[in-house]
């Protein structure tokens, strides 16, 4: 095993998180929000289908919401028009999902964890509206509140391999990388081409001082997600653990 303490130093590599579309939700006369002092619901199973009422305007806000978000790649335009369909249906989940979406396109992450909390209120059961209040949270570096929101979504669901790296990446925060790891090797198996994981497992090997096998997870990384956010970082690591390896 090689011994490399300087490049134990490395920074973790962050992936950008990326999110499904959430479950629509039920209507009910009055939103949690406005409730004083609401507390964080706690997880329940995913309530049973509702057909919720159309309303044109809503679902005109949406479908130009979605139109700039995905198919314009304009989030800061598409903001709006998600507020706008929430502030008509205040209990329409997938508005608050879309609009947290937004936000942490635009890196605006107290403004996301917002938006996936009142997601989570109108909907207790979407795993995904907690997975993405964790991950604002981890942008703010609030790991404990982070933590309790990414255990309730495992909670839920507890093979999403998003929600594994999540809460994986707020006890690397909290200095925990030995309890890390298991979520990180769940992440892996949950979904062999999550290039995310690998980077982090990278870092944990280098914390092991194991270089051999953080390089590795590093080439795999950049193998799985050439051009994504985190290829620079990882060709420049790669280049280091190879120098200090005597690799060509």
């Not at 937004?102 to 909390?117: I, P, V």
């Not at 994504?228 to 280049?239: D, F, T």
């Amino acid at each position: 095993m090689q011994n490399t303490p300087s490049l134990a130093l490395i920074l973790l590599l962050l992936l950008a998180p990326s999110f499904l579309l959430a479950q629509e939700s039920s209507s009910q006369s009055t939103h949690p929000a406005q409730a004083a002092d609401a507390p964080r619901p706690t997880p329940s199973p995913t309530p049973e289908p509702h057909k919720r009422r159309s309303v044109p305007e809503v679902e005109d806000a949406m479908s130009r919401g979605e139109d700039l978000l995905f198919k314009k790649h304009d989030a800061r335009a598409s903001v709006d028009e998600f507020k706008r369909a929430a502030k008509l249906d205040p209990w329409y989940g997938k508005a608050y999902m879309l609009l947290g979406l937004a936000r942490m396109q635009l890196q605006q992450w107290s403004d996301a964890q917002w938006a996936f909390e009142e997601a989570a209120k109108v909907e207790p059961g979407n795993a995904k509206a907690y997975l993405g209040a964790g991950s604002a949270l981890n942008e703010q570096k609030n790991y404990a509140e982070a933590q309790k929101a990414l255990q309730y979504s495992l909670e839920i669901r507890p093979d999403s391999p998003e929600a594994h790296y999540e809460i994986a990446r707020t006890l690397w925060g909290l200095g925990k990388w030995q309890a890390a790891e298991p979520h990180v090797r769940r992440a892996i198996e949950l979904n062999k081409d999550y290039a995310g994981p690998h980077a982090l497992m990278g870092n944990i090997y280098l914390q092991r001082e194991d270089a051999e096998a953080a390089l590795a997870e590093f080439e795999e990384c950049l193998r799985l997600d050439p051009e994504g956010s985190l290829a620079p970082s990882a060709k420049e690591i790669i280049a280091q653990l190879k120098q200090a390896l005597g690799k060509q």
